[in-house]
Nanobody, 123 residues
Framework: VQLQASGGGLVQAGGSLRLSCAASGRTFSRDAMGWFRQAPGKEREFVAAITWAGGSTYYADSVKGRFTISRDNAKNTVYLQMNSLKPEDTAVYYC?????????????????WGQGTQVTVSS
């Protein structure tokens, strides 16, 4: 599976951004997509995930109520709508494709990663 992430940028605190991740290739072999982020000097952390089939969603506590993950099966694209952004949301955001279990529990085993898109939130 090949992943192409886009939509990052610079925004003021309280603003919004929408990230997109387009998947191509053997997308049927993976049942979920996820978003992760990595801030300078920190480890990559889980942000949100969604299943392709039922659209079940999962969020990190730090983004619940502010971020919404969604998918368009016809376009093989997953979105991350980010509202009420905070300076601590500043990071490189990566999309990932794998089984739901791997995305939620076994991050180091994720087989497909997008190239990352920078999100910078100014105070």
């Amino acid at each position: 599976v090949q992943l192409q992430a886009s939509g990052g940028g610079l925004v003021q605190a309280g603003g919004s951004l929408r990230l997109s991740c387009a998947a191509s290739g053997r997308t049927f072999s993976r049942d979920a997509m996820g978003w992760f982020r990595q801030a300078p000097g920190k480890e990559r952390e889980f942000v949100a995930a969604i299943t392709w089939a039922g659209g079940s969603t999962y969020y990190a506590d730090s983004v619940k109520g502010r971020f919404t993950i969604s998918r368009d099966n016809a376009k093989n694209t997953v979105y991350l709508q980010m509202n009420s952004l905070k300076p601590e949301d500043t990071a490189v955001y990566y999309c990932a494709s794998d089984s739901l279990h791997t995305i939620l529990v076994a991050t180091t085993r994720i087989g497909s990663w997008g190239q990352g898109t920078q999100v910078t939130v100014s105070s």
